[in-house]
């Protein structure tokens, strides 16, 4: 029996995909590229889930997704509360699981196991359900909280689209993958305010208005943000996005990949998304919907036990996706770094055996990759959490209004006009065009900027004429004068 | 009976369904569930007709944004379940119901016989797509789309009068 064709019999699949893909190169004494037919596989894997039913590997797909989402979520809160503490200069949680010894000696898991002890205790907890909520949709709404949190990842490609990974992910490789983003993450806010509505409880109230009014506040700048990305890549699907970033540097430097963080527009779109994505997943600074100092715990405030639980669970989720989603549009996806290892192995051959092989860790890796990327999101998340303090209502619907959503919409006109003068003219007419639009842009928003502060610091003055009706000369003016 | 069909008749009845509670639950809070339910079901029957791009559109503006407004201004309102539905004779129920069910009847007439024999949606694969969409869009309608974008700005422009008198 050669290698071979003990590589490509059902049992070869045991083997580690590393392990095959190298004796596969040294079979063939070639090394393959990216971009080429075929990547080198664990066929035997490959050949047994393509012969699976489509609907069973969709099923793998989703199961793939959603499992790993659940189990991750005890360890991010975990991670959330020991970041915090180092933060803030203390310790966190590290107690739960220590075994002391009669010696002194400590034995511990870094509170590793803390989460579990919480979900305990929360699962034990008495479930309180108050006499005046609407019990039906006091009920439903955790599972509303949940669920888009679990279906936003639905089209991440969390591995390259080639080989086995391909077949994996994203569980639906639609045309409409970001449109699907959009929409999903759209739903979110039913779980917030349909809690808030059916606790009966005026503090929840507020928290789901609240809630509702910044999402609806938000979205529009996260949308126009993405259709940014979408005008520069030419497809709303999502695999799309990724190749499209694997190309080169601003088309000059074919080693670096585009990643649209580095591109001027991009890197634009890229901060108003982040400052979006918090604001729709109700996390500090704009965690308005549950300010504790305020109006209790917001939405949640009448929720014990489990159903509590499954709104923590449900923000963690989101979170942890939206950090996906982030890294896919903006972050070159599944590439550990923006370096195309593959070309630059061609163009260094000295060196080319090295760069292959981080080339071939790249691919097999890179659900490790993205997973990096995704705890880097939650981490900056945190680290948002410990620094800044939460923003005021006003302040809230200003930046949404009225910074972020003018941004986007320039930075829409300008990449209209940069890909619209790179067709007509070529690459530097694009360019000069899109550097004029920018300014032009940039000119008319901050003399709009300017004009608004200008009114802000004068009197608004309203007259208020009462009148009661026995004759004109009796009236009595009331001017009120509004300060801010 | 095709598996397509069951499929359709699936989420055809939920929407249906959904449909009469929007009409039948007191709670006007309850009626936008219904609504958002309706919507969302819709959009999964215009999935299965290859109409992606509808069907995103749909959960994207009518579930995500429309009914979010909807809902937060039933909750800013508090609305309770209005006093009006006692107003109603035994009749005028009667009445309402013959009409209703009669509509119904004529549409089904209408629709059910001669689509009945169709037992998987007949167009094309990428008849719904976005690139389709778009190409029609801005080829073939181009005109009315601009004009439907005039008349959403001047819409824009109005509410913004309305509420604010001192720009």
Redesign the interface.
Known sequence: MTPRELYTSPRGGEKSWVGNAFLFRNVEGQVRRRGGSQRVQSRGRMEFLQSLHPAVLALIRVLLLVLPLLMLVPGLIWWERRLLSWMQDRIGPNRTGTITLKSGKRIGTFGLLQPIADGVKLFFKEDITPKSV?R??YFIAPGLALFPAFALGGTLPWGPPTGLWGLLTPVAN???GI??V???S??G??GV??A??ASNNKYS?IG??RS??Q??SY?LAMGVSLACVVMATGS?RMTDMVFEQQKALWGVVPWIQNWFIFTPFGFVSFVIFLICMIAETNRAPFDLPEAENEIIAGYHTEYSSMKFAVFFMGEYASMFVFGGIISTVFLGGYNLMPINWAILAQDLPAAAGLFNFLDQANYTLAPLGFLLKCVMGISFYIWLRATLPRLRYDQLMALGWKVLLPCAVANFIVVAIWIMATSLYGVLGGLIAGGIAFLICGVLYLNVMAATRGQRSSL?KRTLVLTDGIGTDQRNQVELVETR | MTSNQLVFLMLAGLAALAAVGVVAFPSPVRSAISLVINFFILAFVYFTLGAQMLGITQILVYTGAIMVLFLFVIMLLNLGAPDAKAKVSGWQTAVAVALGFGLFGIVAGQVILPLSSFTQPRSAIDYGSPQAIGQTLFTGYVWPFEITSVLLLVGIVGSILLAKRRI
């Open positions: 609407d039906v949709i639609i045309d409409i449109l699907y959009l929409a999903i759209s739903l806010v039913y305010v349909l808030g509505y109230l789901g208005l509702s009014a999402l609806i979205e709303l608004e």
